[in-house]
């Protein structure tokens, strides 16, 4: 027993410090999910070992004092999504927000077929833009009579590679743009929302591939992080929405934050997490909402599931540009700028990389 609890531990370390090298190594960037797990098992382990056989000699004393270094490492990036923390965005203060919108953001699973139930929840909770991930064309056709009728503004690119998406709005669309910023069959959406006052903000939905096995996450940073400096260069206040397949704590995601100056509405609220709704002991935050700070936050809250591996999410932000200076958003400095550039570079490299071998595939399954 005193051996496994030792193999266990040594094994937990590793999790716990293998992500702080900067790789795009799948096997390595899946660690950064499972970070509030890995802190709960070896807290378990500490504890079991210390009850068992206590402390006796240097090598346990060395070994003990490693265990919790790798406890606080863990702990130092789910910490800020606690109420212990300090909330990075804050609530509005108006008792009646004149320039409010909600939004619900969704990865419907391609191959869930429960199109009804879904729909259901859309016209309960009634937002005023949807965000649909991995929609096919039956779901694009299950969903259309209805949703067309309700929403007059749609920007729509249905895919049967779990990368489609769909986005309706009650608010105007303007200057809408199907992008593909790395892969060919990887869409983003970019487009501008004007709401009923007249006031305009920019909206970015993204979907990157996920770390798994033998895919590395180059494209992934590439897609977050150009997305961010488009954020930056834009002339309207931004929301960044989507399943962006990472977690809220990793350090994509925090370049992300820092070079795009976005808030985040879970820090020093909670984790919000989405996947896996069929596994309630393994759930990560990877459905996202950023936004500028001159949105206020109205209410921010994770929907019941309807038969996708993901929860939904319903946000509702308050356009307050008046008040933005009360809020302090991540800033870059120069060494943040040249990681993005490379992370950029590296994964545009690896989108061309993959894109031929698609092209390839695809010519070849023609002269079949």
Known sequence: MKLTLQIAGLVLTLFSFLPLIKTPLWWIR???????????????????????????????????????????????????????????????????????????????????????????????????LVLINEPNNAWHEHLQPELDKRFPYAIKKPLENTYGMLLYSKFKLLESDIRFMVEDDIPSFYTVVELPSGLQFDLYTVHPQPPRLLQNTETREAELLIAAKYVKKSPHPSVVAGDLNDVAWSSTTNLFKQISGLLDPRVGRGFYNTY?????????????????????????????????????????????????EEQQPPKADK??????????????????????????????????
């Open 30 to 128: 899946v660690l950064d999910f499972p970070r509030f797990h890995v802190a709960l098992l070896l807290s378990a382990v500490l504890v079991a070992y210390l009850a068992m056989y206590g402390v006796s000699g240097s090598r346990d004393i060395v070994m003990v004092a490693v265990w919790g270094l790798a406890i606080l490492n863990e702990m130092r990036y789910v910490y800020f999504f606690t109420p212990l923390a300090p909330r990075e965005a804050l609530r509005t203060k108006v008792e009646k927000p004149a320039n409010a919108f909600s939004l619900m953001i969704s990865n419907v699973r391609m191959t869930n077929k429960k199109y009804e139930k879904f729909l259901q929840l859309v016209l309960q909770t009634d937002p005023d």
């Open 276 to 324: 896996n709704a069929f596994v309630p002991l393994f759930r990560y935050p990877l459905d996202h909402v950023f936004y500028d700070p001159a949105f206020r936050l109205v209410q921010m809250r994770r929907l019941p599931k309807f038969g996708s591996d993901h929860f939904p999410i319903l946000i509702t932000l308050n356009y307050e540009p008046v008040r933005e």
């Open 335 to 368: 060494e943040d700028h040249e990681e993005a550039n490379e992370l950029i570079q590296e994964g545009l490299e690896k989108g061309e990389e993959r894109n031929g071998e698609k092209a390839a595939e695809k010519q070849e399954n023609g002269i079949k």
